[in-house]
């Protein structure tokens, strides 16, 4: 956990510390307190956190809540995001200690379709009107997008948030693109990681070195954004590939944005594991 970035809220992962263990307690917020609360001959004042250990229930007082540890919240936006195939990779993800993963949305639902700008786009509910029904729940610390949700998704939250949307991994680099319709401006202090590939489709007929100038040209300058290219990166990364990369880059977004300064090291750790792991992968920032 990387420490207190939010108040917690239900369903949060977080550790807490046992002075009477002398060590970290994992469990999962039940509920952050509206009023005060007796039990057990103790009051709880308004805004403390129930938080359910192995050892049962602890509540933890407003001001004391800033010493829990906190799992980060990462939203994956489903449709696109490869959820089916590279299930087993969001899997493993939310199992870590340190991240707490929600599916939102499902591929092949009503809404994951295009929007009318698009060719062959199609009227509500499309991808669109999904992404504004996001926009009414509080969204991760961290998104995952992949496909047509950094297509469609994504910018829509950029259009409504501006530079206060979260950190966001985006697959195959969709927001980079000359996308339909309104033009809607990249936030500057946006954080964004593109998991980009020369096997992709999106790639078209260019040249790796066409398709990163041309998706780099969509990146303002002097923001905060990072691309991890890799040369055998097919549209659906591979499970191997995935495995190896989700996780540092949810990490390193989070890092960037809460700590406002980019984890260049971190990111450079990367692609050493991946030339490791015979993957050849290429970082700009």
């Not at 009023?35 to 933890?60: C, D, F, H, Q, W």
């Not at 998704?153 to 206060?164: C, E, H, I, S, T």
Request: contains cysteine; glycine residues 10%; hydrophobic residues 40%.
């Amino acid at each position: 956990p990387v420490g207190l970035v939010r108040m917690p809220q239900k369903g949060d992962k977080v550790q807490t510390w046992s002075s009477s263990n002398k060590k970290w307690l994992e469990g999962t917020v039940e509920d952050v307190l509206t009023e005060a609360n007796s039990s057990g001959g103790l009051t709880m004042p308004k805004g403390s956190v129930r938080i359910r250990v192995s050892t049962g229930l602890r509540y933890v007082k407003p001001e004391n809540v800033v010493s829990l540890k906190l799992a980060l919240y990462v939203m994956v936006v489903a449709p696109g995001a490869g959820t089916g195939l590279n299930g087993e990779v969001y899997k493993e993800l939310g199992e870590d200690l340190q991240t707490r993963v929600e599916m939102c949305g499902s591929r092949g639902a009503n809404y994951d379709r295009y929007p009318e700008c698009w060719q062959n786009g199609k009227p509500a509910p499309n991808l669109e009107t999904f992404a504004k029904e996001l926009l009414g729940k509080a969204l991760g610390d961290v998104l995952v997008l992949g496909s047509r949700g950094g297509q469609v998704v994504l910018p829509r939250f950029w259009r409504k948030l501006g530079d206060q949307v979260p950190p966001a991994v985006v697959i195959n680099g969709g927001c980079a693109m000359n996308l339909p319709g309104p033009k809607i401006a990249w936030p500057q202090q946006a954080v964004t990681m593109m998991l980009m590939g020369s096997e992709d489709f999106f790639k078209g007929k260019k040249s790796s070195a066409e398709y990163l100038t041309a998706s780099k040209s969509y990146v303002p300058p002097n923001s905060r954004t990072a691309i991890l290219y890799i040369r055998q990166m097919q549209h659906m990364p591979q499970k191997a590939l995935l495995q190896l990369v989700l996780r540092p880059l949810v990490m390193a977004a989070a890092r960037w944005k809460y700590s406002k300064t980019c984890p260049e090291e971190q990111l450079q750790q990367l692609t050493v594991q991946l030339e490791d792991e015979s993957w050849s992968g290429s970082l700009f920032i």
